[in-house]
């Protein structure tokens, strides 16, 4: 028997069939990879649209913060602060960028500073996308500076053998002259308005570029050169430490205050006028006098304390009578004793203390002192926060301070860090006028000098009135110095001093944040918050 095979053949049509079904769903399946894909890129590019949306809307928010801070700066300066007015800015086109701005407060501490909470809402336009920053300013204190001379400073020399350890703004001509292998001069930041002229070694040689380690220690990044011009403060700030010291408040800054006779003034009467009451305000001086300050034993009285004893000073026009100023921290009094030219009533006090400093738990202290007149500030003791001030603008600036008395000067009581004994001196021309030859130190910031004095001249500024007399040693500033004109404080030569002071700066970090009562802030404000608020 034959068996029978047969060869079974595919159909091409079949195959052919077979591959176009399998074409087909392989098509379905892609596209529909490809719809999810393309649904999900969609969405991550509406995502990232919306992201780079919210973006320009949050730089937009932090454009009217700055721009609100400049308006503060160029319209809030000083005393007598205004909130101004609410910002609305749109950019020009193609951009699409808006924003609304607004102070929702302003407030001033006990110290005087100054402070503002600025809103700023940004918007997106095109897609309606916003965001909202809340930012809060604080305002910039002269007392930050260890050395700051303004714009007619003249030709201010810093030189090998001075080290700033603070930071220093010269607004005027700089010259820097340095020894090489020796200490920099600079060990904190510079500001200064134009480029400096350089000088190098005993030969005074002029060169173009210096060698950075010897002018500062933190290298040539804390060095910043053509900054924008600072100002040094108006007639407001200085009528502000008047209206303190006389009607407790800020708010007469027109003005000095209208006083029957020369003499001692508190809560806006004469100090021995009455009745005992709780002090609401500083120390208002009329006429010229000299102020000895002491803490601890002075005299009669002694303990937590401090103790201004203010006398009649010159013929010209001096307060009426001696008296005594006695703050005592641990009682929480301020008793005003009047010890001339007095036969009954010549003690009266009051609640509260002097200071800007008061003793924990208590009322806070004003720490204003004011004289419509000359004040020769003697050798004592500081305790406690205050700002000592005479009359310094345009129309008023005749008025001097003279640091007077032999060693050491003038010194807190607690230099530690955590001291609250701060001092200010304010007047158009400080001087020093003292004997010594073993030294002098001032511990606190010296301020001479107003906006818009001269150019050009020698006026608004500190200086040693024996300058060109014998050698006398340091002076030291524990603190800072601000002025209008550098002024004479001695001669040297080849390392030896030939007469007068030789300077010596060491830096109060306590008076960048916290200045001494009421003693003037500049136009700058630091940014020292942000809060973003999303959308």
Request: glycine share 12%.
């Amino acid at each position: 028997m034959k068996s029978r095979i047969s060869n079974h053949r595919h159909s091409p049509r079949r195959e052919r069939g077979i591959a176009l079904i399998t074409a087909l769903l392989m098509t379905m399946v892609f596209l529909v990879l490809i719809g999810a894909l393309m649904g999900q890129m969609i969405a991550e590019l509406g995502s990232v649209g919306s992201h780079s949306n919210s973006a320009k809307a949050l730089n937009t928010a932090y454009a009217g913060v700055e721009n609100m801070v400049l308006n503060i700066e160029e319209s809030a300066t000083g005393a007598g602060q205004q909130i101004p007015p609410d910002i609305s800015y749109s950019y020009a086109a193609p951009s699409t960028e808006h924003y609304d701005v607004t102070v929702t407060k302003a407030w001033t501490t006990t110290n005087g500073l100054v402070y503002y909470d600025i809103v700023s809402t940004g918007t997106e336009t095109s897609s309606g996308q916003t965001r909202t920053v809340e930012a809060l300013a604080k305002s910039f204190p002269y007392s930050y500076f260890e050395q700051f001379t303004a714009g007619n400073s003249g030709n201010v020399y810093y030189t090998t053998g001075e080290i700033f350890d603070g930071p220093v703004y010269n607004g005027g001509s700089m010259n820097v002259w340095y020894q090489t292998s020796s200490p920099p001069i600079f060990k904190s930041s510079v500001t200064t308005v134009t480029t400096p002229t350089w000088y190098e070694g005993v030969a005074k040689t002029a060169v173009a570029t210096p060698i950075w380690a010897d002018v500062t220690s933190k290298g040539k990044k804390s060095f910043t050169i053509g900054s924008n011009p600072m100002a040094l403060p108006g007639f407001q700030s200085n009528l502000q430490v008047a209206s303190e010291a006389f009607y407790g408040d800020s708010t007469h800054v027109a003005t000095l205050p209208n006083t029957p006779h020369n003499g001692i003034f508190v809560n806006g009467h004469d100090a021995n006028a009455g009745p005992n009451a709780p002090l609401t305000t500083g120390l208002y001086i009329e006429g010229d006098a000299n102020i000895t300050p002491c803490s601890g034993v002075c005299g009669a009285y002694s303990g937590n304390n401090e103790v201004f004893t203010v006398t009649p000073k010159g013929a010209g026009n001096p307060i009426d009578h001696s008296y005594k100023i006695v703050i005592d921290f641990s009682a929480n009094t301020t008793t005003v004793v009047q010890t001339t030219g007095c036969a009954a009533s010549c003690s009266d006090v009051y609640t509260g203390v002097l200071s800007g400093q008061p003793a924990a738990g208590t009322s806070v202290g004003n720490g204003a002192i004011f004289a419509d007149g000359n004040v020769t500030l003697n050798t004592g003791t500081i305790h406690g926060a205050y700002t000592i001030s005479v009359p310094d603008y345009v129309s008023d600036h005749s008025h001097t301070i003279t640091l007077g008395g032999a060693a050491p000067g003038i010194k807190y009581l607690d230099k530690s860090a955590s001291s609250g004994d701060e001092l200010g001196i304010w007047a158009n021309d400080i001087t020093v006028n003292s004997s010594t030859t073993t030294g002098y130190e001032f511990d606190g910031s010296i301020m001479t000098g107003y906006d818009g004095e001269c150019p050009p001249c020698t006026d608004g500024t500190f200086k040693n009135q024996d300058w060109n007399g014998v050698p006398q040693g340091n002076f030291t500033f524990f603190g800072g110095l601000i002025q209008n004109v550098n002024g004479n404080m001695g001669v040297s030569s080849g390392g030896s001093q030939v007469s007068g002071f030789s300077r010596v700066y060491q830096y109060d970090a306590r008076l960048a944040s916290n200045p001494p009562p009421y003693f003037p802030i500049t136009n700058k404000y630091d940014i020292i918050a942000w809060l973003d608020l999303g959308r």
